[in-house]
């Protein structure tokens, strides 16, 4: 019987096996890094063991560090998780030559289905049907898809539509592969577009059961990676349900599977599926599928490590049940990643939150960028998009930017409400690029409540703050939104407050919320502030001093890291002529490849760092001179 877990992973995840433990009676411990010493899942925990560092390699991906902690803490089994070393058969072995319980796969198993390439070949064997494998090398059908042998989480992974583009596709998966799972090797195969991603969820023990528990629908996906994940799938249908269910569970008794895990296949329209992988861990979307079910997934973990039998029948799927993932991240500037204090994390509404984060957080840049996931069940899957929805829409998330409106409008689209999702929804739909919208009424509404925060600091007069016995000019307020700068004014008078968006009226104002009426509809604004941040409802402003201090100067032409992160790649050198939107730089920043691109056209007049180095966001990292014809080449796209 498993007393004591340690739990070799962080954040949501962690907290997830952490609650279960909970219920079950199970003492559990955690692990941190350096960063994450103050971390939710470390207090929530019994007891928690430093791994000194900051990096994963230093940390998490230490399976002598992870195993020595358990031995330590007094654990007596050893929960993975998902990420880091949870597809690791070394680590696995590790834990079990130490006289620990695996909560897990067998390793053999682990290491069979941890190279895509032998897994694929399993399978094939298996009866499991099977996309064809190509040489990166001689691969000739185009587009395909290089993808990492040892990879998951879209890491690794890239999309190739010509032979020029193959072999730096090539090299670019192999670095961030290696960077991720510590082995370089990729492969090719076709590239399905406009296929689903449908997996099924596998559970079984010992003694020979194994249940299918329903499939998960996780087209909706980013740079390779799940954003959006649902159960049942609003493309299956019952015959080929039944068909999916008996190839996975033909896939799991082939590898002689034991725990939960995940057979992941691409589905056409036309009823067709080729396996992909297999997932020797918990999935990150495990949620719907317990929502659905009735299940708890990672007791079930605990139990089958135990020795459990399950009963020889899964039980019944009732209802439906939508995820998303939050992100600290901008859709908008290539995903690219943010890092900061989250000031205020609040989703409302009934949902299920599983998250790594609270008020205060920090997230730093040494990790994924995932928040928290969000979970809603209804009967009905209309019923539980809107709830999500609804629920995202609601929520406070204050001090960086996410992906939560990306992630509303797409469950809002008329496509995705329709069910006609594929891998390639995001791009075909646009839906990274905000729509324009109107946020003066947000800006005013910061404006105002932040008069009144300098009115409340100030000794009583009788008169609200900026007003004056004769007429004067308005206050004016300047705020950024994005790439937007948007700029407000207002004037006190003796009855109301004038301002400078026709149509609008303000019917009251107070310092954490302001109402306004337009065309005889009132509207409610919530404000926070957090130093030169302001929050109203969903939309996050920065406001710009009056006095502003003085700016550093940058080179003309200067081309600046637009986050921290390390140079993987210097792609030019000084003296080099580069077109518009040419490859500089790639930066490596919270587990993935970001690519620096040349703003315009231009020599190359320095280059300003090195393969291997640390930058923080606003370093030069080159100076790129513009040609004096290149506005008229196209380039520029002027």
């Not at 940390?59 to 358990?70: G, H, M, P, Q």
């Not at 029948?313 to 939050?326: I, M, Q, T």
């Amino acid at each position: 019987m498993i007393r004591r877990l340690l739990i070799a992973n962080r954040g949501e995840i962690a907290r997830r096996v952490i609650r279960t433990c909970r219920e079950l009676g199970v003492s559990p411990v955690a692990v941190f890094s350096d960063p994450d010493a103050r971390a939710p899942h470390v207090r929530e925990a019994d007891a928690s063991v430093r791994l000194p560092g900051a990096s994963p390699t230093e940390t998490y991906l230490r399976a002598d560090l992870l195993v020595a902690a358990a031995l330590a803490s007094g654990a007596d089994a050893v929960h993975p998780g998902y990420g880091f070393l949870s597809e690791n058969a070394s680590f696995a072995r590790a834990v079990l030559d130490a006289g620990l319980t695996w909560v897990g796969p067998d390793p053999d198993v682990i290491e069979a289905m941890g190279s895509k390439v032998a897994a694929k070949e399993r399978m094939a064997a298996a009866g499991v049907p099977v996309l064809p494998e190509l040489d990166p090398e001689t691969a000739t059908g185009f587009p395909l898809l290089v993808k990492a042998s040892a990879g998951g989480g879209g890491r690794g992974m890239r999309v190739v539509r010509s032979r020029d583009r193959l072999a730096g596709a090539v090299a670019a998966a192999r670095r961030e592969a290696e960077s991720a799972f510590g082995d370089g090797t990729v492969f090719c195969e076709p590239l399905l577009e406009h296929a689903r991603h449908v997996e099924v969820q596998v559970l079984a023990d010992a003694h020979g059961t194994v249940w299918a528990l329903g499939e998960r629908e996780c087209s909706i996906q980013r740079r390779h990676q799940k954003i959006v994940e649902e159960t049942p799938s609003p493309a299956v249908t019952a015959e080929a349900r039944e068909r999916l269910f008996a190839a996975a569970t033909r896939a799991a008794e082939a590898i002689g599977y034991v725990g939960a895990g995940t057979v992941e296949f691409l589905y056409t329209d036309d009823g067709d599926f080729h396996f992909l992988e297999v997932n020797t861990r918990l999935q990150v979307e495990h949620p719907v599928t317990e929502e659905v079910f009735g299940v708890d997934l990672v007791a079930w973990q605990l139990a089958i490590a135990e020795g459990a039998r399950l009963p020889a029948e899964p039980p019944s799927p009732d209802g439906h049940a939508v995820e998303v993932r939050l992100y600290a991240e901008d859709p908008a500037h290539d995903w690219r990643p943010a890092s900061g204090v989250l000031h205020r994390f609040a989703v409302p509404g009934g949902v299920r939150v599983d998250s790594g984060v609270e008020d205060g957080s920090e997230v730093g840049v040494h990790y994924d960028p995932m928040l928290a996931k969000v979970v809603a069940w209804a009967p009905t899957r209309h019923a539980a998009v809107r709830k999500l929805a609804a629920a995202l829409e609601r929520a406070e998330l204050h001090g960086l930017v996410t992906n939560r409106d990306l992630l509303v409008r797409v469950l809002r689209h008329p496509e995705f409400e329709a069910g006609a999702t594929h891998t390639g929804f995001l791009d075909q739909h646009r839906l990274t690029e905000p729509p324009r919208t109107d946020v003066r009424p947000a800006a005013l509404a910061a404006a105002l409540a932040l008069a009144e925060r300098r009115r409340d600091a100030l000794p009583l007069t009788g008169a609200p703050l900026g007003w004056r016995n004769l007429p004067s000019q308005p206050q004016r307020a300047v705020f950024e939104h994005g790439d937007e700068v948007v700029e407000v004014h207002y004037r006190h008078t003796r009855a109301d407050v004038e301002t400078g968006v026709e149509g609008l009226t303000v019917v009251s104002a107070a310092r954490d919320a302001v109402v306004v009426e337009r065309g005889g509809v009132r509207t409610a604004y919530p404000v926070a502030v957090y130093d030169d941040r302001v929050e109203v409802g969903p939309v996050s402003l920065l406001r710009r001093p009056r006095f502003p201090e003085p700016e550093a100067v940058v080179a003309e032409g200067a081309t600046v890291a637009p986050m921290p992160g390390t140079v993987v790649r210097v792609a030019v050198e000084a003296g080099q002529r580069v077109e518009a939107g040419a490859e500089l730089f790639v930066l490596e920043a919270m587990k993935m490849e970001h690519r620096v691109l040349a703003a315009s056209g231009g020599t190359v007049t320095e280059v300003l760092t090195e393969a291997g180095r640390q930058v923080d966001a606003g370093d030069v990292l080159a100076v790129v001179v513009e040609d004096p014809l290149a506005g008229s080449s196209g380039g520029s796209g002027r």
